[in-house]
């Protein structure tokens, strides 16, 4: 890891005190019973709704592009369950830093084992192949604790050093290795070594080289190093699903077989492959995805830029 840590001066900084305050009230939070860490998330996530109106306006747009046979009552209920789980979200995270195997340990189901230890058997590696949900951090401590073979992560630092330093800290417990996300050929010696590496290629991408694939049947700039990571390595390409369980029932991680005949010589083929998987997981729990995200942003210059139309610029 090339990156250094941020020094103690700035995690103490006078303007980092709210962060601080804000990690003090996770940490307390999420030491109460996972139903009432659920109530409260609901509640503030109404909160949010009202408040963060830029960030509400992105979701309705993304989830109005996304299911548009569903009725305008339906989309705008998805968008409030989805603040409520993107709080929920920032409680997953403190679950994951803070809270003991003893309590987590009774919460995860694995589902699909059968195929993770399948391909690993052939000597080659798993590309687990993910979407960015509300529960990111907290299945990163769930996997470490349920299977036994070591895995790495792409990482990009947080520019906030509070948050960073916890990143860091944590996640070097959850990965047997993160790797900077530029450092593409230390992911794929991984590979090559036959482990698993984490990769969540479904965000948008903008940079040159990217590739224009219909995501829930929009065109969307895609991230076109899936395939490729596949040919250089020769690793298998496993679909791979976390989220929270319904209630208080708690948290699912699924393997999915590796997708077969894949990569093609088709880029926008692969690329549209590769969304159409997101897709399926989005689909079993569409609230838990981060419609926040300016998924359908266009390169600058590009003309028909549908946040631009609304007027919303920024990340």
Request: charged residues 25%.
């Amino acid at each position: 890891m090339t990156d250094t840590p941020a020094p103690l001066k700035n995690l103490y900084a006078p303007r980092q005190w709210p962060t601080w305050l804000g990690f003090a009230l996770v940490w307390l939070i999420v030491r109460l019973p996972l139903g009432w860490v659920l109530a409260i998330s609901r509640g503030l996530g109404r909160l949010l709704y009202h408040l963060a109106r830029r960030r509400r306006r992105i979701a309705e747009i993304n989830i109005k592009l996304c299911f548009p046979d569903d009725s305008e009552a339906k989309r705008t209920q998805l968008v409030r369950d989805h603040f409520a789980a993107m709080v929920m979200g920032i409680f997953e995270m403190g679950m994951a830093w803070w809270l003991p195997d003893a309590r987590l340990e009774k919460l995860i189901t694995v589902k699909g084992r059968e195929h993770l230890e399948k391909a690993l058997a052939k000597g080659k590696g798993v590309l687990l192949l993910s979407g960015h949900f509300t529960s990111l951090e907290l299945a990163g401590r769930l996997y470490s604790m349920s299977i036994p073979h070591p895995w790495s992560g792409m990482y990009r630092p947080h520019e906030n050093p509070v948050i960073e330093f916890f990143f860091r800290r944590d996640r070097t417990t959850f990965f047997s290795d993160l790797i900077p996300r530029d450092d593409v050929r230390s992911f794929i010696k991984k590979l090559r070594r036959g482990e698993t590496a984490w990769f969540a290629p479904d965000q948008n991408y903008r940079k040159k080289g990217y590739i224009m694939a219909p995501f829930f049947g929009t065109p969307a700039p895609t991230q076109p190093a899936t395939s490729r990571l596949i040919k250089m390595s020769g690793a298998a390409a496993m679909p791979f699903e976390y989220r929270r369980l319904p209630g208080s029932e708690g948290y699912l991680l699924e393997f999915y077989p590796p997708l077969e005949d894949f990569p093609s010589d088709d880029e926008v083929a692969n690329a549209t492959r590769i969304n159409q998987v997101f897709e399926t997981l989005i689909r079993h729990a569409p609230e838990q995805y981060f419609w926040l995200h300016r998924r359908f942003k266009l390169p600058r210059g590009e003309p028909g830029d549908v946040y631009h139309q609304h007027n919303i610029s920024g990340n």
